[in-house]
């Protein structure tokens, strides 16, 4: 079964960076179009950058030039790099493929951007 544990989020002045990891119990990331998504309060669960078999990458407007997505595929991990951290980026962080799938989805880590 496909477990994601996130890590690496923590509470940042804006401006700020922060590196998100997401290990995978197995080689999906070979194997599958995987994402960054977050949910911040009161939100929906939105994805904020893909990467392809391949490693082509994608992002969503709101975090363009700001975030780059990168992964692993040794390490079965994914990652996620944040540079010039915002307010509106504060959310709990998660992979998953994409599109998601439920059983996928794991604890997620918190990114506050605050001063």
């Known amino acids: 079964q496909v477990q994601f544990v996130e890590s690496g989020g923590g509470l940042v002045q804006p401006g700020g960076s922060l590196r998100l990891s997401c290990a995978a119990s197995g080689s999906i990331f070979s194997m599958y179009v995987m994402g960054w998504y977050r949910q911040a309060p009161g939100k929906q669960r939105e994805l904020v950058a893909g990467?392809?078999?391949?490693?082509?990458?994608n992002y969503a407007d709101a975090v363009k030039s700001r975030f780059t997505i990168s992964k692993d595929n040794a390490k079965n991990t994914l990652y996620l790099q944040m540079n010039s951290l915002k307010p509106e980026d504060t959310a709990v962080y998660y992979c998953?493929?994409?599109?998601?799938?439920?059983?996928?989805w794991g604890q997620g880590t918190q990114v506050t951007v605050s001063s």
């Open positions: 990467v392809t078999r391949i490693g082509n990458s």
């Open positions: 998953n493929s994409v599109p998601g799938v439920d059983a996928y």
